[in-house]
Each structure stands twice: as structure tokens, then as C-alpha cells.
């Protein structure tokens, strides 16, 4: 059974870093493209970081650029989001996604076939 689990989400003061991890199991090959995802009350579900298999290419939305690292084990079938210097505005429920997308890792979440159940990070100020 494939399965996305995240973890590592909580509370933190502005300023602060939390990083979160998220295991994939039950797939038969490692996901070509791996992302977080997050979602804020009353707002839509936003691509916020991307990674790719192979290359370990990177896409970040410009809200996090500089802030967040995306990386990868496909040893361990593990996808971490290193997020520092975290901000109020990025309090949401963050998500793993995978898919086998062929070429550039897409942001758009219909592009993702796999989810997580999320896990909540809050930052106050």
C-alpha cells in the first residue's frame, strides 16, 4: 500500500526553523518528483518546494526561496523541507506529494498523484 507520512511539524516562535520530514513507503520505484505543499486557513493549497530523483533539481516559490532547502534520500525513501528564519505568514498545514512526472517537476497540485495527511506548523510572532 502506497503511503506518504509526514512528521516534524509543531510551534515555534518567528525567526526559528523546524524541519520536516516525510517517508513514502510501498512504491515499487522511488517517485520521480517529490514536493511540499501547505495550505493556510481560508487559502488555497500552494507548491512551495520541489525536488527531482535523479538530478535533485530544485524548484522553490519565491515565499520561501532562500529560506527553505528540500532534499532527498531515495536510500531511505525520505524527503525532508529545512525551513529557517520561519515567518507568521508561513503558518499551514505543509504536505508531501510524489508523482512519476517524466520531465521538469511540476508545482500544480493536480499534478500530484500521492499525498500525506499533512502535519501543522505554526509560527508565532
Known amino acids: 500500500q502506497v503511503q506518504l507520512v509526514e512528521f516534524g511539524g509543531g510551534s515555534v516562535q518567528a525567526g526559528g526553523s523546524l524541519t520536516l520530514s516525510c517517508a513514502a513507503a510501498?512504491?515499487?520505484?522511488?517517485?520521480?518528483?517529490m514536493a511540499w505543499f501547505r495550505q493556510a486557513p481560508g487559502k488555497e493549497r500552494e507548491g512551495i518546494a520541489v525536488?527531482?530523483?535523479?538530478?535533485?533539481?530544485?524548484w522553490y516559490a519565491d515565499s520561501v526561496n532562500g529560506r527553505f532547502t528540500i532534499s532527498r534520500d531515495n536510500a531511505k525513501n525520505l524527503v525532508y523541507l529545512q525551513m529557517n528564519s520561519l515567518k507568521p505568514e508561513d503558518t499551514a498545514m505543509y504536505y508531501c506529494?510524489?508523482?512519476?512526472?517524466?520531465?521538469?517537476?511540476?508545482?500544480?497540485?493536480?499534478?500530484?498523484?500521492?499525498w500525506g495527511q499533512g502535519t501543522q506548523v505554526t509560527v508565532s510572532s
Open positions: 506529494a510524489a508523482n512519476f512526472w517524466p520531465g521538469v517537476c511540476p508545482s500544480q497540485r493536480s499534478r500530484y498523484n500521492w
Open positions: 510501498g512504491f515499487e520505484y522511488s517517485p520521480t518528483c
Open positions: 525536488i527531482r530523483s535523479d538530478a535533485g533539481s530544485t
